[in-house]
RNA sequence: GGCGCGGUAGCCAAGUGGUAAGGCAGAGGUCUGCAAAACCUUUAUUCGUGGGUUCGAUUCCCACCCGCGCCUCCA
């Protein structure tokens, strides 16, 4: 069964394969960091998690970069408020962004290059575009000349008169010959960063980062080229626009967006009081597996609908999850089952055919989770063997390496002899008929995260999380 | 106004031209000292609305309504 990936540029899903068959290239548009992000961005970050991880499992190698957009209009505004350097302002940003990545397990991508690193590479392209022929200049800036840009428009599919209808001019924009130009190397003013380049001093454009970083890492053309819907336009179509006109190839073979978040149904926003963070959600006492779980859940290709019942939800299903997981490393005394067999592998077919069928998450945690219903039933009914445990912690185990929640977030634990002790004592209690005793321990332990479980063989206790 | 995404049970959500996965929540039961976990049973004659095509549509077509986004910085 291939990998299905849904491409913007076609609006198809095609089959999908690297360039080369063996190494997928991949740049994601990262965090601008003049802020913390919210659960909308990491929503994005999450579904690039979840794509990276399928590629690498569905056996090709990977290069993935995600630039980290480090200077901008709104950085500099802020800094300068501030009154400190941009690099002081945006390092606090970074470190919460990768914080942030580590929580919700989404593993750190093999390049993650700082635009203010790579000016040198952001000149050198510009330096292209103009030797053919886009550019003008005005004013201490240098713009690109969409009108000489056929192809333009080909990925957002938006009309020429309609992005004139929707413009508004900038004041310090004025210097453009047509609304939809865009610029590629911004005059330097008092007061801002600028560098030394052919052009005058100044700082690149927001566009340009991305191009000049994606390309220096990953070459002309490379596979995929992910981010948010609202970045197709106008960014991702500037992109092609400085990076083909510059090289005369296509720039990137798959484009690949991530439809946004809401919350109760409505866009977030800071004026509707719907507007989190990360941490906010921790501090109300919400795991990081279970916000995971909940921004993974849904399709990325569909709008995720945010709510505390939903974050109420994921956490429950995370447990069933876990419950499962910790009854497969018991014993399993009865003989081996073939018609456990078949599900299992019914049920592993329908994994990874969901999940090759464009990422659709839902499918493949529907396989897993009618997987269990049945392992269940047949563990009660005593027709599921050890292989079939072996089976069930396969099965598991694969899906853990896309979806990352088995694993409960680590705290600081009460420690495990202390909790045999506790058990132990409950054990003489309840032996007792002193319930009250054995309650008091259960309560307590329950209260220091141990939930107990008591069977035919004895009490079981594990970490909740 | 232009360009898109979506509307499936209380909530989230998959899916198909042939009669609705899964998770959460709810109800009853088994088990337990009571729980927890697990299991069993149960919860949409129906897939935004109205037409059309078809033997048959939630799935295809048309219109309309609603939510969200993009057209300006934005995941």
Not at 15 to 23: I, M, Y
Not at 116 to 128: A, F, G, S, Y
Not at 452 to 465: A, F, K, Q, S, V
Request: net charge negative; charged share 30%.
């Amino acid at each position: 069964m291939a990998f299905k990936l849904y491409n913007s540029l076609s609006r198809r899903t095609e089959a999908f394969e690297p360039a080369d068959g063996e190494t997928v290239r991949m740049y994601s548009c990262g965090p601008t960091v003049y802020n913390y992000v919210h659960i909308g961005n990491l929503r994005t970050f999450a579904f690039q998690d979840i794509l990276r991880r399928h590629l690498r499992q569905s056996g090709w190698k990977l290069r993935h970069v995600m630039n980290v957009t480090d200077v901008e209009d709104k950085i500099i505004a802020a800094a300068a408020r501030k009154g400190v350097p941009i690099g002081d302002y945006t390092r606090q940003f970074v470190d919460a962004f990768f914080e942030d990545c580590r929580l919700l397990r989404l593993e750190r991508p093999d390049e993650v290059p700082a635009a203010t690193d790579h000016i040198p590479e952001m000149i050198t392209l510009v330096k292209r575009i103009e030797r053919a022929g886009h550019t003008y200049r005005n004013a201490g800036s240098t713009y690109f000349r969409i009108a000489g840009w056929e192809r333009y428009g080909r990925l957002s599919r938006l009309e020429a008169s309609g992005i004139k209808a929707g413009a508004r001019v900038d004041a310090d924009e004025y210097d453009k010959e047509d609304a939809r130009d865009f610029v590629l190397w911004k005059a330097a003013r008092d007061g801002e960063p600028s560098w030394q380049s052919p052009f005058g001093p100044g700082r690149p454009g927001w566009h340009l980062e991305c191009s000049a970083m994606a390309m220096a890492y990953l070459g002309e053309t490379f596979d995929i080229h992910t981010g948010g819907v609202d970045l197709q336009f106008p960014h991702h179509e500037n992109e092609i626009a400085q990076s083909e006109s510059a090289t005369g190839r296509p720039f990137v073979r798959f484009w690949v967006h991530a439809e946004h978040l809401l919350v109760d149904g409505k866009k977030m926003a800071k004026s509707m009081g719907n507007f989190y963070t990360l941490r906010d959600l921790l501090d109300q006492g919400w795991s990081p597996d279970a916000i995971r779980y909940l921004l993974v859940a849904t399709p990325y290709r569909k709008q995720l609908n945010f709510t505390f019942d939903g974050l109420r939800g994921a956490a429950k299903a995370i447990e069933r999850l876990r419950n499962f997981g910790r009854r497969l490393d018991g014993t399993f005394a009865a003989p081996h089952s073939e018609a456990s067999t078949g599900m299992f592998e019914a049920a592993l077919a329908q994994y990874r055919s969901a999940l090759d069928d464009d990422l659709n998450t839902a499918g493949a945690l529907g396989a897993v989770f009618e997987y269990i219903r049945s392992a269940h039933a047949a563990m009660d009914q005593g027709a599921f063997g050890p292989r079939n445990a072996a089976e069930g912690r396969r099965l598991l185990a694969e899906f853990d390496a896309v979806f990352d929640v088995m694993e409960p977030a680590s705290l600081e634990r009460l420690a495990s002899e202390r909790i045999d002790e506790l058990v132990r004592e409950r054990a003489a209690a309840r032996k007792a008929r002193d319930f009250a005793r054995a309650d008091a321990i259960r309560n307590s332990l329950a209260e220091s995260g141990v939930a107990l479980r008591d069977t035919p063989n004895g009490t079981e206790w594990h970490y909740m999380d």
